[in-house]
């Protein structure tokens, strides 16, 4: 892109080749919905699908209408040297092909442009319908938020659900085939999502892992020391393993520090906690609170969550209990407001909803202490809490129990799921 001519001659030719493109693709639906009159902040782990919800936007809302679509991907390579000033040439260029048009943006991984809030912010008071996207916690920050002025409405995108893989896979079930041989079918998929995750792209894929380490090299890279300009690689390498190692458990900060010590890297707690601020902003990993401390515990001491089983597996990690709790997080997170953990100096309860109920994660409850030990931590903590609403995930396992007058419901995880699902 020589001159400005240059420049705008070679951004029809993109913004052409994109709606031929957009007119061809077929589009799987997923579980999300957006209202048309409202512009969009649509973020989320890098391919968990954000490019093609915008496609299903394109294909709900504006259907045969392509030529009110401008859509470019700015991690295409003939993008990179684009800056906020072309933001106006490729507006430019659009209204020599249509001139009697108004496009409505759709800009994908927009992220990559330095200062693109200001060229947003400024074409949804003029009244453009924007839709962005990006890889990237800090878009939704507060400077952010700020600058775009309450203009546009965040949406989080994030790997398939079980509901939503069985539609991709051509499965499609009613409520009461979970009460039919027809669940054989449902538990057998279920356990390739519950090893491998819910990767849109995964389904279609032999070498999962293989897949599956990409992504997660992809975010590592990219996302991660790219974006944060991390030069201590293998320390944050180190600090994802100790993370996916101690999925079931509670981490400080000062102990994290300890533990990357003794792998031979030596960063300062303050190094540690800002790696940590990279994995959420890359939206790697989430953060979940323990209700019983005060706010400074809070902060310093938490539990960390893959966002997807599949990430866990990529990084070696094929443990049935780590696994369970990590998709009963994600699970459970889709499901309210808010979700925390309770630990006290002799009892722990892995997930609560404030309020509301209470949940622990085991694989299996056959054996008479893991039940015992699970029961009791509930009940002790549900009295404490003042919430009775006692249930146990399991993988597997389901029965109603009463003990001590109180009711402990054990559901097995695909049934939480799809107790839950919108089919049919």
Known sequence: MSSINDNIMNLKKIILEYQ?????????????????????????????????????????????????????????????????????????????????SKPVLFLDEIQNIEGWQKFCRRVADQKYRIYITGSNAKMLSSDIATTLGGRFMPLEISPLSFPEYLRFKGISISKNDIYSRKINVIKNIFAGFFLYGGFPEMLNINDKRGYLHNIFTTVLYNDIIVKSKIRDTQGVRLLIKKIAESTNDELSFNRIRNLLNAAGTKPGTSTVISWLDSLKDSFLIREVQNMNYRFSEREAKKKYYFIDNGLLFALGEQSGSKLLETLAYNVLRKQYDEIMFFKSSNNEVDFVVPGKALFQASMELTNETTKNREFKALLKAGEYLKINNLNVITYDYEDNITVNDHTISIIPIWKLITDRMDIN
């Not at 391919?47 to 991690?75: C, D, H, M, P, S």
């Open 20 to 100: 031929d493109f957009l007119k061809e693709i077929k589009v799987r639906k997923r579980d999300y919905t957006i209202d048309p009159n409202v512009n969009y902040i649509i973020t989320g782990v890098r391919r968990a699908g954000k490019t093609w919800f915008l496609f299903q936007i394109i294909k709900e809302y504006y259907k045969n209408n392509f030529k009110n679509i401008l859509y470019v991907n700015f991690e295409d390579d003939r993008f990179i040297d684009f800056s906020i000033g072309d933001f106006d040439k490729l507006l430019d260029a659009y209204y020599e092909l249509y001139p009697e």
